[in-house]
């Protein structure tokens, strides 16, 4: 098992550059800049950015007051805010209707409210607004304040999507300047992004009240693609959705949101959707997909995960000590599947073998608690829970986003970096910790899904800046179930003659 | 039809799994018939007030032997639905592409017959629940005092005549919107569950359905009723010579209907009919979609028809056909060891029959889909509407002349119950409405308030654009073969468009090219239906796009005497010519409208979107192929254009 405390020290003078030769080099040596890679790295300030809208319900405090008659207020209450509003509406005017209505509809009112505070005594985030479990559940640290809500990268080219504060999403390419921004009325909140595998176009977008599926034409020159370019896809109780994972063959997408027990299957390009509802723990706040397409994850905000096997859509339970599941990520050929807990400070793995018909228990594989490193300014605490964990699609590095203390003075929240290996037994070896400029502390982290001397972990920070950080290695061993054949693609043919993989290259 | 039941007999697949599998999903209704029964006492005798009354009563009820009674007949009611549900199920919806083709199948002959029969058993079912309900609805006739002379007659009780009545209402209705939304119409889910999962996930919608269905179906029939409740009314009691009593209330008034506790009954009752029937549908349904796994090759000669090349080619058994191409779909995706049987040689000789028997059904289809896509780009001017029959026939023939894709299918035609071109453009049999889309679309859920049917019923519009065109030469040029292709729509087996069925006097008194391009013109009306047609039976084209791609992927690594390679090329340029026509499909007019979603409804509405479907499952089939083999498409031998056409794929800009 590995620990903290075997890493290198962290460098906290100077932002991590890249790794080359098993060591991860920073701003401090100079003359280095001109290894990092040419992708855009654009930087957003809150300042910049439109503050966030004001919900549409709230703008009628603008207009003067009108009293509507009581049909006209019960019917707008009844399509705002449900059958709540218009309980609430009948019982507010009680003047105006008779009386045995209003006294009923006040027991109704109590009657609902008492039980709908039971149910959330048994699950504690149906209390919480739909913003507030948005950045619960979000893989973003610290969601609600962030410039950046959300980042994906495209799985196939060098092109990624970022979701703004403001509810825009912007689209990077990495040689053409258009940057396509894309706004839509239903697009608030964004709490997941993630490009549709074997596709140019497609992009899912997690929002508050609906899933967007925006087709954005690679070829076209255009900056702000019509909202005619979205799909909507809703179904009533289904929002706020917190997790979306495409199918890696792309058919098929799964949606979940924390206050729905049961998960999405959608069938895109159809607009129809199969619930598959299961009741225990209360909803799904995390989805993901193994890469071979064989088993999807599903954790709840209790402490319960399920792992589905996508052949028949069947499910094993897995109860957990102490907290719920936050994050996960499975190896890249799908079958190894680490976990973080909320509450542990420790990644659990699970290890998924279809000869001996799966794993009977979860082991830990590593010790993320804090440690003190001294340094030139005092000591650096590092260590605490893991807010998401992202492994590159070889299988060789593993990025850990470890949560800080706010409160203390020196103990942020900082990425440590694993090197893993897979034979002759899961092991994780340390490899060093990605640091960003002074004051930056990391947000959010996703490999790049094809990079070709390494691995490409793509950072965003709390200045609201994204950066690349490249790790150069030769692997070792591939443990990929398509990157062999990738290889082979590509040695076997005149460079002279590789479109696919030159943007990369150059 | 009797015809394709009889086909349908023959083959083994319909008497070995279909039967069984139909026989399965009867029996589930019926044994579910006794919990339905129960909640239905429970409900239709709550009373808040005497809880234990109530229960005391309801489990003396279900014990009685009336109730038992009822149960038999509503066991026959449910056999009977069953039957008619794998008598009448499609996996190919047929659309009207007309008004008159939608009216001619309500009015066709089989289906009145259908629904004489539910009117039917919709009385039977309300019968068995007034019955069930018991006090004032139970008897038809009851004791009642003349008021003059004092003496007991027998009089007629409205209660249980209104419940009948509703129950042949709901019968009509339910039979009337099987035909207007697809009711058998079977789709299959995008994923794979087990049947009691996916029964339990369906439940709430089909009780959400049923009650819903339940609740229009009791407002529409109290208006009727209030309007002509005395027809019915006056006729039992004067047939049956029973009195009618003048101290109650009559129903068909204001204040009759208005019976908080009759309508109750009425929707409650309601409800519980249509729930028995969509139970039925629904696990049909179920079962009939069910995977079926063939087997890629047998050791055995006999057992030669039921693998999996054999079957795909099978043309008549439109279910094996589809089942075959789902599990063509998943093997490619799921069972390494049925893919390598698809790659492996013939034992002696060394041949890929597995593999070109596969890929060469799969090709036959996708072509097929290419050349009716042609021929209807063809056949539409640019304005959206189908011009004259006789011009798409001759396109036709010669755009499948001039295709370049004929090398590849060897059989091209062998896909006959799939639908040729030529029907696309004429009214089909069993033809069903499809103007739920978006101009027409107001309220679905009410039989009466049918756009379809309310423009049918209407008269010419005047301000048409054709109306003043009359006598134009060109009218009066494509006047008799308009006159011919309707016939030839007879033919087809459709119903004849005669002139008797139009509601236009005027119009069937004009000679034959006033009436020839009037029929046009309502056979042009709903150009969207047109695009849904095409692609009525596309989930079988996904499939085989799904299938091809994934062995092609997997072949990559998986096929080791290469008998993929070969056929690579003739794969590519299928994909790419048929990427093409949906490409200049999608920019015609009406053909990329998206249809307004249906909020509740038994009816499938899957048909509608299937285009949509294929061309997403067609780029990811080319995508999948592409960044599989990546370089190495440089060395397959295809033309230029379609080599360009794969670079974009390859740099991910389409």
């Known amino acids: ?506 | 039809m009797i015809k394709m039941f009889s086909l349908k007999q023959n083959c083994w697949f319909i008497r070995k799994v279909v039967i069984w599998r139909a026989v399965a999903s009867i029996a589930w209704s019926v044994l579910l018939l006794p919990v339905t029964s129960a909640v239905f006492v429970l409900l239709s005798r709550f009373s808040l007030f005497h809880p234990i009354q109530w229960i005391s009563e309801c489990t003396s009820l279900l014990t009685a032997s009336s109730t038992i009674f009822s149960l038999v007949v509503l066991c026959g009611v449910v056999l009977i639905t069953g039957l008619f549900n794998l008598e009448f199920y499609t996996l190919v919806p047929s659309i009207p592409c007309s008004r008159m083709a939608l009216l001619g199948t309500v009015l066709h002959p089989r289906q009145c017959v259908h629904s004489l029969v539910y009117c039917t058993m919709g009385m039977l079912v309300m019968w068995c629940a007034s019955v069930t309900i018991g006090g004032r609805y139970s008897t038809l006739g009851i004791p009642c005092k003349q008021s003059e002379s004092g003496e007991v007659v027998t009089c007629l009780n409205e209660y249980h005549l209104f419940l009948l009545l509703a129950g042949a209402f709901m019968g009509y209705s339910h039979s009337f919107l099987g035909v207007v939304k697809n009711m058998y119409y079977v789709s299959f889910q995008p994923i794979q569950q087990y049947k009691y999962p996916r029964f339990k996930g369906c439940l709430p919608m089909v009780v959400k359905c049923s009650v819903i269905q339940s609740l229009y179906s009791a407002r529409n029939f109290a208006a009727l009723y209030f309007f002509f409740g005395y027809v019915p009314k006056t006729w039992i009691s004067s047939t049956l010579h029973l009195q009618i009593d003048s101290s109650l209330q009559p129903l068909d008034s204001l204040t009759g209907l208005l019976d908080f506790s009759l309508l109750y009954h009425l929707s409650i009752s309601g409800t519980f009919l249509y729930f028995t029937w969509y139970l039925t549908v629904l696990l049909f349904r179920i079962y009939v979609t069910e995977a079926y796994s063939f087997p890629v090759q047998s050791t055995f000669t006999e057992d030669a028809e039921q693998c999996l090349p054999k079957v795909l080619a099978e043309t008549n058994t439109l279910v094996m056909k589809f089942l075959a191409l789902q599990d063509l779909a998943l093997l490619s995706q799921h069972s390494l060891s049925r893919r390598l049987e698809v790659f492996s040689l013939s034992q002696p000789g060394g041949h890929p029959h597995n593999w070109n028997a596969i890929s060469r059904e799969c090709m036959s289809l996708l072509s097929e889909l290419t050349q009716r896509l042609l021929a209807h780009q063809d056949a539409v001017a640019s304005n959206g509407r189908v011009k004259s029959q006789s011009a798409s026939i001759d396109t036709r023939s010669a755009s499948s002349s001039s295709s370049g894709t004929e090398d590849v299918s060897e059989t091209p035609r062998l896909s006959v119950p799939l639908r040729t071109p030529g029907s696309v453009f004429t009214s089909s049999v069993g033809g069903m409405h499809s103007a739920l889309t978006a101009p027409f679309t107001p309220d679905v859920d009410s039989p009466f308030s049918s756009p379809a049917i309310r423009r049918l019923v209407g008269q010419q519009e005047p301000r048409s654009p054709w109306f003043g065109t009359v006598q134009s030469p060109h009218i009066m040029r494509r006047g008799p073969k308009l006159w011919s292709a309707s016939t030839e729509s007879q033919s087809n087996g459709s119903p004849p468009a005669s002139p008797a069925t139009v509601p236009s006097p005027p119009a069937a008194n004009q000679k034959p090219s006033f009436l020839a391009q009037w029929l046009q013109n309502r056979r042009e009306q709903l150009p969207e239906a047109s695009s849904q047609a095409l692609f009525a039976d596309s989930q079988a084209h996904i499939w085989a796009l799904q299938g091809l791609s994934h062995l092609v992927a997997a072949s990559f690594s998986e096929d080791q005497f290469g008998v993929v390679q070969t056929t690579l090329p003739s794969i590519l340029s299928c994909l790419v010519v048929l990427l093409e026509a949906v490409d200049r499909h999608f920019k015609l007019p009406h053909a990329s409208s998206k249809p307004v979603r249906t909020v509740c409804s038994m009816g499938d509405s899957t048909y509608k979107t299937l285009r949509f479907a294929l061309r997403a499952a067609l780029k990811t089939a080319i995508y999948k192929i592409t960044t599989t083999f990546g370089e190495h498409l440089n060395a397959v031998n295809i033309s230029t254009e379609h080599r360009k056409r794969l670079q974009q794929f390859l740099e991910f800009k389409e």
């Open chain 1, 1 to 506: 098992m590995c620990s903290l405390g075997v890493f290198p020290a962290p460098v906290t003078a100077a932002q991590t550059l890249f790794e080359r030769n098993n060591e991860l080099l920073s701003a401090l040596h100079p003359g280095e800049h001109s290894q990092a890679c040419d992708l855009p790295s654009p930087q957003f300030t809150r300042d910049t950015l439109k503050g966030h809208s004001r919900p549409e319900s709230s703008s009628r405090s603008v207009f003067l007051d009108q009293r509507d008659t009581l049909w006209m207020r019960s019917a707008g209450a009844w399509r705002d805010a449900g059958l709540y509003g218009l309980l609430d509406e009948i019982t507010n005017s009680a003047e105006e209707v008779p009386r045995f209505l209003a006294v009923g509809s006040a027991c109704v009112l109590a009657l609902l409210r008492w039980a709908s505070s039971f149910h959330g005594s048994l699950f504690p985030h149906l209390t919480l607004s739909s913003d507030e479990m948005v950045a619960e559940f979000s893989q973003m640290l610290d969601w609600s304040d962030s410039a950046l809500r959300s980042f994906a990268w495209h799985p196939h080219t060098d092109k990624f999507a970022v979701a703004l504060l403001d509810d825009s999403i912007k689209i990077y390419k990495s040689n053409s300047s258009p940057t396509p921004t894309l706004k839509h009325r239903c697009q608030r909140s964004v709490c997941a992004l993630q490009w549709k595998p074997l596709c140019g176009s497609a992009l899912a977008v997690a929002c508050q009240s609906c899933l967007l599926i925006w087709h954005v034409d690679p070829a076209s020159l255009s900056t702000r693609p019509s909202s005619g370019c979205a799909q909507v896809l809703s179904h009533p109780g289904h929002s706020p959705i917190t997790s979306i994972a495409w199918s890696p063959t792309g058919s098929l997408l799964v949606s979940a949101s924390p206050v729905d027990t049961s998960m999405m299957v959608w069938d895109v390009a159809a607009e129809s959707a199969v619930p598959l509802q299961r009741v225990g723990g209360g909803g799904v706040t995390y989805l993901s997909w193994s890469p071979d397409g064989s088993r999807l994850l599903a954790a709840t905000p209790s402490a319960l995960f399920r792992v589905w096997e996508t052949r028949m859509w069947t499910c094993e339970r897995w109860p957990c000590l102490k907290g719920s599941c936050q994050s996960a990520c499975w190896s890249p050929d799908g079958g190894c599947l680490l976990l973080s807990m909320q509450g542990e400070r420790v990644i659990y793995a699970l290890t998924f073998s279809d000869l001996t018909g799966g794993p009977k228990a979860a082991s830990v594989v590593a010790d993320l608690s804090e440690t003190t490193f001294p340094g030139p300014d005092g000591d650096l605490t590092v260590g605490g829970e893991v807010c998401s964990l992202s492994w590159d699609p070889r299988g060789e590095r593993l990025a850990v986003l470890l949560k800080g203390d706010s409160q203390a003075d020196n103990h942020p929240s900082v990425i440590a970096v694993f090197k893993t290996r897979s034979s002759p037994v899961f092991e994780l070896l340390p490899c060093g910790f990605v640091m960003g400029e002074a004051g930056a502390e990391p947000r959010f982290m996703q490999f790049h899904p094809h990079f070709q001397h390494g691995a490409l972990l793509t950072v965003c920070w709390s200045d609201g800046r994204i950066s690349h950080v490249p790790f150069y290695f030769s692997s070792a061993g591939l443990l990929g179930g398509d990157s062999p054949q990738q290889a082979l693609a590509s040695n076997t043919t005149n460079p002279s003659s590789n479109k696919l993989y030159t943007e990369q290259i150059s």
